[in-house]
T-cell receptor
Framework: GAGVSQSPSNKVTEKGKDVELRCDPISGHTALYWYRQSLGQGLEFLIY????????KSGLPSDRFSAERTGGSVSTLTIQRTQQEDSAVYLC???????????FGSGTRLTVV | AQKITQTQPGMFVQEKEAVTLDCTYD???????LFWYKQPSSGEMIFLIY??????QNATEGRYSLNFQKARKSANLVISASQLGDSAMYFC???????????????FGQGTILTVHP
Protein backbone atom coordinates (compact mmCIF):
# COMPACT_ATOMS: atom_id res chain seq x y z
CA GLY A 1 0.00 0.00 0.00
CA ALA A 2 0.89 3.67 -0.10
CA GLY A 3 1.57 3.92 3.61
CA VAL A 4 1.84 1.97 6.84
CA SER A 5 -1.57 0.62 7.78
CA GLN A 6 -2.59 -0.29 11.32
CA SER A 7 -5.74 -1.99 12.52
CA PRO A 8 -7.90 -1.58 14.39
CA SER A 9 -7.67 2.18 14.74
CA ASN A 10 -9.39 1.98 18.11
CA LYS A 11 -9.77 -0.92 20.51
CA VAL A 12 -11.57 -0.99 23.84
CA THR A 13 -11.04 -4.14 25.85
CA GLU A 14 -11.77 -5.41 29.32
CA LYS A 15 -8.97 -5.87 31.80
CA GLY A 16 -7.61 -9.39 31.59
CA LYS A 17 -8.51 -9.97 27.93
CA ASP A 18 -5.96 -10.57 25.17
CA VAL A 19 -5.66 -8.18 22.23
CA GLU A 20 -3.95 -8.33 18.85
CA LEU A 21 -2.80 -5.26 16.99
CA ARG A 22 -1.89 -5.47 13.33
CA CYS A 23 0.61 -3.56 11.22
CA ASP A 24 0.91 -3.67 7.41
CA PRO A 25 4.19 -1.97 6.45
CA ILE A 26 4.96 -0.31 3.16
CA SER A 27 5.58 -2.99 0.56
CA GLY A 28 9.27 -3.85 0.35
CA HIS A 29 10.23 -2.27 3.66
CA THR A 30 12.39 -4.79 5.45
CA ALA A 31 12.54 -3.07 8.85
CA LEU A 32 9.49 -2.73 11.08
CA TYR A 33 9.19 -1.07 14.49
CA TRP A 34 6.59 -0.98 17.24
CA TYR A 35 6.31 1.97 19.61
CA ARG A 36 3.94 2.90 22.42
CA GLN A 37 2.81 6.43 23.21
CA SER A 38 1.00 7.21 26.43
CA LEU A 39 -1.14 10.35 26.66
CA GLY A 40 0.99 13.48 26.25
CA GLN A 41 4.21 11.49 26.34
CA GLY A 42 7.01 10.66 23.95
CA LEU A 43 7.32 7.41 22.06
CA GLU A 44 8.54 4.33 23.87
CA PHE A 45 10.32 1.72 21.76
CA LEU A 46 8.96 -1.81 22.02
CA ILE A 47 10.49 -4.05 19.34
CA TYR A 48 12.25 -3.94 15.98
CA UNK A 49 12.06 -6.50 13.17
CA UNK A 50 14.52 -7.00 10.35
CA UNK A 51 12.72 -9.35 7.99
CA UNK A 52 11.00 -11.91 10.18
CA UNK A 53 13.53 -11.83 12.99
CA UNK A 54 13.62 -9.44 15.93
CA UNK A 55 17.19 -8.35 16.68
CA UNK A 56 15.99 -5.90 19.31
CA LYS A 57 13.04 -6.65 21.58
CA SER A 58 14.48 -4.82 24.55
CA GLY A 59 11.52 -2.48 24.91
CA LEU A 60 8.82 -5.08 25.52
CA PRO A 61 7.66 -4.17 29.04
CA SER A 62 6.73 -7.64 30.24
CA ASP A 63 6.23 -11.22 29.09
CA ARG A 64 2.58 -10.35 28.45
CA PHE A 65 3.77 -8.57 25.32
CA SER A 66 4.87 -10.47 22.23
CA ALA A 67 5.15 -9.73 18.54
CA GLU A 68 5.72 -11.64 15.36
CA ARG A 69 6.23 -10.87 11.72
CA THR A 70 5.46 -13.24 8.90
CA GLY A 71 6.56 -13.24 5.27
CA GLY A 72 8.68 -10.18 5.93
CA SER A 73 5.51 -8.15 5.84
CA VAL A 74 2.59 -8.06 8.29
CA SER A 75 3.34 -7.85 12.00
CA THR A 76 1.10 -8.59 14.96
CA LEU A 77 1.63 -7.23 18.47
CA THR A 78 -0.16 -9.33 21.09
CA ILE A 79 -0.86 -8.21 24.62
CA GLN A 80 -2.07 -10.95 26.95
CA ARG A 81 -4.08 -10.37 30.12
CA THR A 82 -4.33 -6.64 29.46
CA GLN A 83 -3.95 -4.19 32.32
CA GLN A 84 -5.12 -0.60 32.59
CA GLU A 85 -1.54 0.65 32.30
CA ASP A 86 -1.43 -0.88 28.82
CA SER A 87 -3.80 1.86 27.62
CA ALA A 88 -1.90 3.89 25.04
CA VAL A 89 -1.52 4.50 21.32
CA TYR A 90 0.52 1.77 19.67
CA LEU A 91 2.41 3.01 16.64
CA CYS A 92 4.07 0.98 13.94
CA UNK A 93 6.75 2.23 11.55
CA UNK A 94 8.66 0.73 8.64
CA UNK A 95 11.76 1.66 6.68
CA UNK A 96 14.06 0.68 3.82
CA UNK A 97 17.80 0.21 4.19
CA UNK A 98 19.47 3.56 3.88
CA UNK A 99 16.25 5.49 4.27
CA UNK A 100 16.72 8.29 6.73
CA UNK A 101 13.19 8.73 7.98
CA UNK A 102 10.91 5.97 9.19
CA UNK A 103 7.30 6.01 7.97
CA PHE A 104 4.76 5.69 10.75
CA GLY A 105 1.19 4.44 10.68
CA SER A 106 -1.70 6.27 12.30
CA GLY A 107 -1.62 4.00 15.32
CA THR A 108 -4.05 1.89 17.32
CA ARG A 109 -5.57 3.57 20.35
CA LEU A 110 -5.97 0.87 23.01
CA THR A 111 -8.18 1.49 26.02
CA VAL A 112 -8.34 -1.09 28.78
CA VAL A 113 -11.39 -0.72 31.02
CA ALA B 1 22.40 4.33 26.42
CA GLN B 2 20.93 7.23 24.53
CA LYS B 3 18.95 10.10 25.94
CA ILE B 4 17.08 12.97 24.28
CA THR B 5 16.02 16.03 26.23
CA GLN B 6 13.49 18.58 25.04
CA THR B 7 13.19 21.24 27.72
CA GLN B 8 10.33 23.26 26.20
CA PRO B 9 6.95 21.67 26.94
CA GLY B 10 5.23 24.40 24.90
CA MET B 11 6.21 27.17 22.52
CA PHE B 12 4.22 29.98 20.93
CA VAL B 13 5.08 31.84 17.74
CA GLN B 14 3.42 34.44 15.59
CA GLU B 15 2.54 33.43 12.05
CA LYS B 16 5.35 34.19 9.55
CA GLU B 17 7.98 34.41 12.28
CA ALA B 18 10.79 31.92 12.87
CA VAL B 19 10.92 29.62 15.89
CA THR B 20 13.60 27.39 17.40
CA LEU B 21 12.75 24.15 19.19
CA ASP B 22 15.51 22.91 21.48
CA CYS B 23 16.93 19.40 21.63
CA THR B 24 19.95 18.10 23.48
CA TYR B 25 21.17 14.53 23.41
CA ASP B 26 23.53 12.20 25.15
CA UNK B 27 25.19 9.15 23.66
CA UNK B 28 28.45 7.24 23.80
CA UNK B 29 28.11 6.08 20.19
CA UNK B 30 30.59 7.75 17.84
CA UNK B 31 28.21 7.54 14.91
CA UNK B 32 24.55 8.46 15.23
CA UNK B 33 21.66 10.14 13.49
CA LEU B 34 19.34 12.84 14.73
CA PHE B 35 15.74 13.19 13.58
CA TRP B 36 12.83 15.56 13.98
CA TYR B 37 9.23 14.44 13.65
CA LYS B 38 5.98 16.39 13.65
CA GLN B 39 2.84 14.95 15.20
CA PRO B 40 -0.34 16.89 14.39
CA SER B 41 -3.51 16.36 16.38
CA SER B 42 -4.40 13.54 13.98
CA GLY B 43 -1.67 11.51 15.67
CA GLU B 44 0.43 10.48 12.70
CA MET B 45 4.20 10.95 12.93
CA ILE B 46 5.64 12.95 10.03
CA PHE B 47 9.39 12.83 9.34
CA LEU B 48 10.84 16.33 8.90
CA ILE B 49 14.62 16.29 8.80
CA TYR B 50 17.71 14.16 9.47
CA UNK B 51 21.27 15.02 10.53
CA UNK B 52 24.10 12.51 10.60
CA UNK B 53 26.77 12.95 13.23
CA UNK B 54 29.50 13.10 10.59
CA UNK B 55 27.64 15.42 8.22
CA UNK B 56 29.71 18.54 7.64
CA GLN B 57 26.79 20.83 6.98
CA ASN B 58 23.59 21.46 8.87
CA ALA B 59 20.59 19.75 7.31
CA THR B 60 17.88 21.80 5.63
CA GLU B 61 14.52 20.75 4.19
CA GLY B 62 12.43 23.61 2.89
CA ARG B 63 11.41 25.76 5.85
CA TYR B 64 13.06 23.37 8.30
CA SER B 65 16.71 23.53 9.27
CA LEU B 66 18.64 21.71 11.95
CA ASN B 67 21.15 23.72 13.98
CA PHE B 68 23.62 20.95 14.82
CA GLN B 69 26.26 21.77 17.43
CA LYS B 70 28.12 18.53 18.02
CA ALA B 71 30.38 19.76 20.83
CA ARG B 72 27.36 20.98 22.76
CA LYS B 73 25.34 17.87 21.83
CA SER B 74 22.45 19.95 20.60
CA ALA B 75 20.26 19.56 17.53
CA ASN B 76 17.76 22.38 17.52
CA LEU B 77 15.03 22.59 14.89
CA VAL B 78 14.47 25.96 13.26
CA ILE B 79 11.19 26.57 11.47
CA SER B 80 11.21 29.69 9.32
CA ALA B 81 8.13 31.65 8.26
CA SER B 82 5.76 29.75 10.59
CA GLN B 83 2.37 28.78 9.25
CA LEU B 84 -0.84 27.96 11.11
CA GLY B 85 -0.47 24.37 9.91
CA ASP B 86 2.80 24.08 11.82
CA SER B 87 0.86 23.89 15.10
CA ALA B 88 1.64 20.39 16.37
CA MET B 89 3.79 18.36 18.73
CA TYR B 90 7.43 18.12 17.64
CA PHE B 91 9.72 15.27 18.66
CA CYS B 92 13.48 15.06 18.51
CA UNK B 93 14.90 11.55 18.20
CA UNK B 94 18.22 9.80 17.74
CA UNK B 95 19.55 6.47 16.54
CA UNK B 96 22.94 4.88 16.94
CA UNK B 97 24.53 4.15 13.57
CA UNK B 98 26.82 1.40 14.82
CA UNK B 99 28.68 -0.32 12.01
CA UNK B 100 27.23 2.07 9.50
CA UNK B 101 23.79 0.51 9.78
CA UNK B 102 20.84 2.73 9.08
CA UNK B 103 18.49 0.52 11.06
CA UNK B 104 17.69 0.37 14.68
CA UNK B 105 15.41 1.93 17.22
CA UNK B 106 14.83 5.64 17.55
CA UNK B 107 15.00 7.12 21.03
CA PHE B 108 12.55 10.00 21.38
CA GLY B 109 12.37 13.08 23.58
CA GLN B 110 9.21 14.10 25.39
CA GLY B 111 8.21 16.57 22.71
CA THR B 112 7.40 20.27 22.40
CA ILE B 113 3.91 21.54 21.59
CA LEU B 114 4.14 24.39 19.11
CA THR B 115 1.25 26.79 18.72
CA VAL B 116 1.27 29.25 15.84
CA HIS B 117 -0.87 32.36 16.38
CA PRO B 118 -2.41 34.27 13.46
Amino acid sequence: GAGVSQSPSNKVTEKGKDVELRCDPISGHTALYWYRQSLGQGLEFLIYFQGNSAPDKSGLPSDRFSAERTGGSVSTLTIQRTQQEDSAVYLCASSLRGEKGYTFGSGTRLTVV
Amino acid sequence: AQKITQTQPGMFVQEKEAVTLDCTYDTSDPSYGLFWYKQPSSGEMIFLIYQGSYDQQNATEGRYSLNFQKARKSANLVISASQLGDSAMYFCAMRANAGGTSYGKLTFGQGTILTVHP
